[in-house]
Nanobody, 123 residues
Framework: QVQLVESGGGLVQPGGSLTLSCRAS????????LGWFRQAPGQEREFVAV????????DYADSVKGRFAISRDNAKNTLYLHMNSTRPEDTGVYYC????????????????WGQGTQVTVSS
């Protein structure tokens, strides 16, 4: 089992940058595929990015490809989301999630979730 805690959210101007962190506790962090999802008010939770447990493959939603980067530091039990060239439509609560198995985009396939961190992109 793994517990996840996100941090790093806040207010950022359009075009700005922000880095989110997700600290994990528990055993075998390096065995989990880790993903980022987001949810805007009134909308369903959507896939943002995922990285496999080895850390050598990543997948991104088309809406963030080329602007966001996911990375992980297994020695620190931490997952990151580096957000660049942010847009107002990136606003939402960002969640990290973990699962055992290969990388997938469906949030219902993830077993463990953090509590979320709010990101607001606005001038």
């Amino acid at each position: 089992q793994v517990q996840l805690v996100e941090s790093g959210g806040g207010l950022v101007q359009p075009g700005g940058s922000l880095t989110l962190s997700c600290r994990a506790s528990g055993r075998a962090f390096g065995s989990y595929t880790l993903g980022w999802f987001r949810q805007a008010p009134g909308q369903e939770r959507e896939f943002v990015a995922v990285q496999n447990f080895i850390g050598d493959r990543a997948d991104y939603a088309d809406s963030v490809k080329g602007r966001f980067a996911i990375s992980r530091d297994n020695a620190k039990n931490t997952l990151y989301l580096h957000m660049n060239s942010t847009r107002p439509e990136d606003t939402g609560v960002y969640y990290c999630a973990a699962r055992l198995g290969y990388s997938v985009r469906n949030p219902y396939d993830y077993e463990y979730w953090g509590q979320g961190t709010q990101v607001t992109v606005s001038s």
